[in-house]
């Protein structure tokens, strides 16, 4: 068969052999881990690794020549391809450096071992020396590919560490600040959220480093005023005014003496238990006034003086329905009935379940109140929140931030609701509003 390329004669073929021992197998690793980037395609590197396989270690001493003097055809027919496409594979090879020809006079490939040292006498075919003159550069090749790939994933993981810290900032700010403010930061991540994969290269992962930490900062930034609007919305007056009047300072000594003439009874109110409150147990038997429409009833029934019993945790103590609706805003009553004598707590509730969706309340802080408090105290830190968004001077300008504050301060046993709702009935009272 007329060999179509021409033949490459290597420095070791000049000098009758390998310059150095080399560790056949150790070349074979370079070659796999470096791949595409020394040259070496998949199909390469297996045709090669087939002709490494048919030498000994004798052939990479010092002196010696590896060269593999199998047929063409038997080649092609152990690895399953044609005789055409094994040449253009060595041609491949050789042009990335890693093997050479040492041909016969008629190109047949042909050799001779020694039968006591294994060592080759004479052999024409494939000449693998110039692999091991690679062996320093496939090494760096490697060195340079590793340290690659350590910066790859090095900027992957600040990619996703700023994406874990941005999602957290996100989901705070809901609940504090703004909702356009928010939805502006959400619309600027889903454009830089995209999926990292091999196929970025590293110069576009650090691009995406630079606008991850920008938006990071950005979003930091609106977190941090909402927390500090949290706070100073949840400001509020930690003691009753000693000047009130028909009410009793609650570090007063002097309390207001029990009328033990007023033998009535409050009608059941579940609504406002929490948490926290006695719950009936489920081995007790139920009455007829237990259920929700007869405590409606009871609650039409009932007179507006009644104290209104709350959760512990809001601090209300015995505030009575007319003092809370007195104290509301004419926005809060248009959620209540027209009658006000026939509104109960059932009403109370509802009315600001529905305004809170008006002042950008989550369904999930809401609940957390109702848990907290019991729905009456959450009812009526709802209705401050209300008249702190409507006050002329400093008014609250992130409700949902306010109304999470006063939850905070109940969780902690810091939320006194009584000083508020009188301060409240007093400037109403000054401005001739209460009924």
Request: with cysteine; hydrophobic share 35%.
């Amino acid at each position: 068969m007329e060999h179509n390329f021409k033949t490459i004669r290597s420095t070791q073929e000049e000098e009758g052999g390998l310059l150095e021992t080399a560790d056949r197998y150790h070349l074979l690793k370079l070659v796999e881990r470096v791949g595409k980037g020394a040259g070496f395609t998949p199909r390469m590197v297996d045709l090669l690794a087939y002709y490494l396989r048919f030498t000994r270690e004798c052939d990479w001493e010092e002196g010696a020549r590896p060269v593999v003097y199998q047929s063409l055809s038997k080649t092609a027919l152990d690895i399953g391809v044609s005789e055409r496409q094994i040449q253009k594979l060595e041609k491949a090879l050789s042009e990335v450096g890693a093997l050479t020809w040492r041909d016969s006079g008629n190109l047949r490939r042909y050799g001779q071992r020694c039968t006591q040292s294994g060592k080759i006498l004479y052999a024409f075919g494939v000449d693998l020396s110039p692999l091991a003159e690679r062996e320093e550069e496939l090494t760096q090749l490697l060195e340079e590919k590793e340290a690659y790939a350590r910066s790859w994933m090095e900027a992957k993981r600040q990619i996703s560490f700023y994406r874990r810290q941005v999602k957290a900032l996100l989901a705070e700010a809901a609940e504090q600040s703004s909702h356009l403010e928010v939805a502006k930061l959400e619309g600027c991540y889903q454009a830089i959220a995209i999926q990292i994969r091999t196929h970025l290269k590293l110069s576009r992962l650090k691009t995406m480093i630079i606008e991850h930490r920008e938006l990071y900062l950005a979003t930091k930034a609106l977190a941090e005023q909402g927390r500090s609007v949290a706070q100073d919305c949840a400001q509020t007056e930690k003691e009753t005014p000693k000047n009130e009047e028909k009410f009793a300072h609650n570090k007063d000594t002097n309390q207001i003496p029990f009328n033990k003439l007023n033998t009535s009874r409050a009608a059941p109110n579940r609504l406002a238990r929490g948490r926290k409150g006695e719950a009936s147990s489920s081995k007790e038997t139920s009455s007829p006034t237990d259920s929700p429409s007869a405590q409606r009833r009871a609650g039409e029934t009932q007179p507006h003086s009644t104290p209104t019993e709350t959760s512990q945790g809001s601090g209300a103590g015995k505030i009575s329905l007319n003092q809370i609706l007195n104290a509301s805003s004419s926005r809060f009553r248009e959620y209540l009935p027209r009658t006000l004598n026939a509104v109960n707590e059932y009403h109370l509730v509802d009315a600001a379940d529905r305004l809170r969706t008006t002042l950008q309340i989550s369904k999930g802080s809401w609940s957390r109140a109702c848990q907290t408090m019991g729905r009456v105290g959450a009812a009526i830190c709802l209705m401050l929140t209300d008249q702190a968004a409507l006050r002329e001077i400093n008014p609250a300008r992130i409700p949902g931030a306010y109304f999470n504050a006063l939850i905070k301060r109940s969780q902690s046993s810091e939320l006194n609701l009584k000083p508020a709702i009188f301060a409240l009935l007093k400037r109403q009272k000054r401005a001739g509003i209460c009924s």
